[in-house]
Nanobody
Framework: VQLQASGGGLVQAGGFLRLPCAGS????????VGWFRQAPGKEREYAVA????????DYADSVKGRFTISRDNAKNTVYLQMNSLKPEDTAVYYC????????????????WGKGTQVTVSS
């Protein structure tokens, strides 16, 4: 599976962005997909995940209530809707795939996509 994240950009605080993560390969729908982010000078951190069916999601406390993850397996795409953005959301965002949520939470990832830069100005 290959993953391609896009949709990043510069936005003002309070604004929104939608990040698609497009997957290739017929087995994309078999994987849990998550988003991680890495701010300048900081370690990569987990943000959100969605199960293979889309029926289960998980959010880090830092994004809960503002970010929403969804997926369309017919299009091999996972979406991250980011609302009420804050300057502290500034980071490179990476989508990743793993066979289980438990592995994803442990950063035990099978596939990483290239990141997309999100910058939130104050």
């Amino acid at each position: 599976v290959q993953l391609q994240a896009s949709g990043g950009g510069l936005v003002q605080a309070g604004g929104f962005l939608r990040l698609p993560c497009a997957g290739s390969g017929r087995t994309f729908s078999n994987y849990v997909v998550g988003w991680f982010r890495q701010a300048p000078g900081k370690e990569r951190e987990y943000a959100v995940a969605i199960s293979w069916s889309g029926g289960s999601t998980d959010y880090a406390d830092s994004v809960k209530g503002r970010f929403t993850i969804s997926r369309d397996n017919a299009k091999n795409t996972v979406y991250l809707q980011m609302n009420s953005l804050k300057p502290e959301d500034t980071a490179v965002y990476y989508c990743a795939a793993s066979t289980t949520m438990g592995r994803l939470f442990r950063y035990d990832v099978d596939f990483w996509g290239k990141g997309t830069q999100v910058t939130v100005s104050s």
